[in-house]
């Protein structure tokens, strides 16, 4: 830190006048969630907010905004984080903060003014189809004084033609951002190159592209390079890669790859001993059922209750009841042939 | 299998004349076996060789040669596989067997004949500056009758020249393959495709390439795509990404994403429940210590004994442990800038 970045020293010697502009967006909370239903304690939630300060992470996603009839019963705090439980982890600094809304799950009234909130960024999480809906609620938002993310989900299980349409509505909106989800984990790196280009071709210039990958197949991590190559403008990540199922891109890999001094990845090391005893019982990372339904292209909630069985390891048999229907689904019709 | 893999239906049900002509290497006993001083039960390895041979694994690495001058007093017999062992858990099958020799460790008096032996494949693990010394005991060996593959380890510290000047030496012996090794789990895909390129480029049309590729990063199974992206002829995996430390590219993730009708990836799957108990103690896998030693392209033995302390989730204090002589590391000299 304290170096400016535009001109700044490598490891190996060599003088470089410009490093990637990359922003890093950790959703440890918001996404890592979905394994604890958003129990996270307040002062693990201070904790990381001040550790991803200090490690120069640009976005924080510290939950979602649900209105009440969408909570589960056991939801945590962090599924609809209170304003006044925010300001007790958090304040106005030079990291964004942003929350989710899942489509379908925040009513409109529900969200104060942004100038009434420490959140800058609402991220809207929709299916393609639902995009036009999106799209409106975040005219609404950003109204409001959001500033209004999309993030596309399941974008593996449509044709290249739907992909272009909801590209096509989306360059038209006065949304500041539309990400590359990959929620199945079914990705490999030459479809984050196939889809940085599509998206950055169809998207206006001030419009930012994201990805946000998870790790069915052990390929988050090496999606996120490439995407990075290919000039993509936010990355999703994770501390220690928490998250549903095989986890997120691991927030560590992440900035110590990018070797940017805008970065410090030690207080994001300074935090594993909190989050490594939470995997000894959440239990995400690699396991074959995910990378069996990463590979089928389906939602790993068969996966995931799959590992909460005895029959976690007849990895086998899981395969077989998966793959029956295999001639069914689509396999990745975002690619062409 | 039952098919011809050169005119088969793709599971999109798009006719192809030809797959991908990549081998896959199993090496779980061989290199598996520096998680338990290889001890893997009988049964066990009888086992993983009728899984991988109904796989249609191409070869498969079923232990050692280690002289006894160069065996721990606690190695298993896969360590240095009797010949008698070997038979009561293999046979003569469309899979090849092979075994691995470190340089210094075998001597050529303890290298019984090829056609006395259930193994076809010799695989000689190699620095870059004993290449020379590997050569004649390849020619050797070869004079005993086997086939011998060449793994030059810790290829991410040497020079572009370096790399070079070994393999314009191999160009010139009878060995029959070399294997890109990434043994310090330091390679990002654009490695692969550049090592791919320069060693198919100075190697004989005749002469395989091959990649060993270790996990530290959670780039293995990514780096397997790029390296086949690129022509690679032999990927090394293991059942589960069984491996020292963070493990090896998953075999399971390989075959599917190879999705070859040649392979057969349900009898590895059936060879899971015998083998994720085995994770449960013995720990390979992802975990903060290996990225660390991974990006800093160092061995990871300090990672490995980190693993086994009560500081093992202390990732902070490692790092600057190790990152404090970043500057006198060589990091990654192989990829000219």
Redesign the interface.
């Given at each position: 830190m304290g170096l400016d970045y535009r001109v700044s020293c490598c490891?190996?010697g060599?003088m470089t006048d410009r490093r990637r502009d990359v922003a890093v967006l950790d959703c440890t909370i918001r996404d890592g969630g979905c394994t604890n239903a958003w129990q996270f304690p307040e002062d693990l939630v201070a904790s990381t907010f001040e550790g991803l300060l200090g490690a120069g992470v640009d976005i924080m996603e510290i939950g979602y905004f649900t209105s009440a009839h969408a909570r589960g019963e056991h939801d945590g705090p962090w599924r609809n984080v209170p304003e006044e439980l925010l300001r007790r982890v958090a304040r106005e600094s030079d990291m964004r903060l942003s929350v989710m809304a899942d489509m379908g799950r925040l009513d409109i009234e529900d969200l104060r003014p942004a100038e009434d909130s420490l959140i800058d960024v609402l991220r809207i999480a929709t299916y393609a189809h639902d995009v036009p809906d999106a799209v409106t609620l975040a005219h609404q938002a950003i109204e409001l004084g959001y500033e209004v993310h999309l993030n596309v989900m399941a974008v593996t299980r449509n044709t290249p033609q739907e992909v272009d349409a909801f590209l096509a509505r989306l360059r038209d909106s006065q949304v500041a951002a539309v990400s590359i989800v990959d929620s199945f984990g079914a990705m490999?790196?030459?479809h984050l190159r196939y889809l940085v280009r599509k998206y950055k071709n169809w998207l206006r210039p001030d419009q930012l592209v994201g990805a946000h990958l998870h790790?069915n197949?052990?390929?988050?991590?090496?999606?996120a390079?490439?995407a990075i190559?290919e000039g993509v403008d936010i990355i999703d990540a994770t501390v220690?890669?928490m998250g549903r199922g095989a986890g997120n891109c691991?927030l560590?890999?992440l900035l110590?790859?990018l070797d940017d001094p805008r970065h410090d990845?030690?207080p994001v090391?300074?935090l594993?001993?909190r989050y490594?005893?939470l995997k000894d019982t959440l239990r995400w990372?690699?396991?074959?059922p995910y990378?069996?339904t990463g590979?089928l292209n389906q939602h790993p909630r068969t996966a995931i209750a799959r590992m909460a069985s005895d029959l976690?390891?007849?990895?086998?048999s899981?395969?077989?009841e998966l793959a029956e229907h295999?001639?069914n689904t689509p396999?990745l019709p975002l690619t062409e042939?």
């Open positions: 490891p190996d060599l490999y790196p030459h790790n197949q052990q390929t988050a991590f090496a999606n390079i490439a190559d220690y890669g691991p560590e890999l110590m790859y990845v030690r090391l300074d594993i001993p490594a005893p990372g690699y396991s074959a990378g069996i590979w976690r390891n007849e990895a086998r899981f395969y077989e295999r001639e396999h042939p």
